[in-house]
């Protein structure tokens, strides 16, 4: 059974950096093909893919966020890291963790982070 | 990156009526072409995917079709369960996008 489930702080302050961790189970970052990636929603608005990475750490960002964006991966540890800098009240969303195979994809619960001061 | 486009906005139907849903990319995303429901407060599921093909444990009144630009959800008749919005996304490259979203409600 694959599960995954997002970590993280609710509510950061405009200019703070946003740290969030994606702990997964069910599958390995290890395995050829596999990904993990980040997607966001604000409240009412569409669905945003952030970030995305592979088991041989290939990595892709959303080019209008590309500049304060990092993805990281701890395969030891089953995680996915998502770091966002420079955060502004407008990344208001709740942030999902993702994991795209053939035919499927797997989702997080979802994360709501808040942004005001 | 491709935009995806999908109307109506809103449909409002009553529970067994037929829903059809449109998706237009921007250019051509060949068939890989996804179709999400969601409901509020929960994570998106998938219904659809490759235009065509029904994600494990979809039921069969769902169905998708189309290639290259044009797509369509169609929902057989409604049941009571089915009122939500529904999100297609392509991956034909990076970045993968999604459409805006359309809201199936009770007429």
């Known amino acids: 059974q694959i599960t995954l489930k997002e970590s993280g702080p609710t509510l950061v302050k405009p200019t703070q950096t946003l740290t969030l961790t994606c702990t997964f189970s069910g599958f390995s970052l290890s395995t050829s093909g596999v990904g993990v990636g980040w997607i966001r929603q604000p409240p009412g608005k569409a669905l945003e893919w952030l970030a995305l990475?592979?088991?041989?750490?290939?990595?892709r960002y959303s080019p209008s966020l590309k500049s304060r964006l990092t993805i990281t991966k701890d395969t030891s540890k089953n995680q996915v890291v998502l770091t966002m800098t420079n955060m502004d009240p407008v990344d208001t969303a709740t942030y999902y963790c993702a994991h795209p195979t053939y035919g499927d994809t797997h989702w997080g619960q979802g994360t709501l982070v808040t942004v005001s001061s | 990156e491709i935009v995806l486009t999908q109307s109506p906005a809103t449909l409002s139907l009553s529970p067994g009526e037929r829903a059809t849903l449109s998706c237009r990319a921007s250019q051509s995303v060949s068939s890989y072409l996804a179709w999400y429901q969601q409901k509020p407060g929960q994570a998106p599921r998938l219904l659809i995917y490759d235009a065509s093909n029904r994600a494990t444990g979809i039921p069969a009144r769902f169905s998708g079709s189309g290639s290259g630009t044009d797509f369509t959800l169609t929902i057989s008749s409604l049941e009571p369960e089915d009122f939500a919005v529904y999100h297609c996304q392509h991956r034909s490259n990076w970045p993968w996008t999604f459409g805006q979203g359309t809201k199936v409600e009770v007429k």
């Open positions: 990475i592979f088991w041989d750490d290939d990595k």
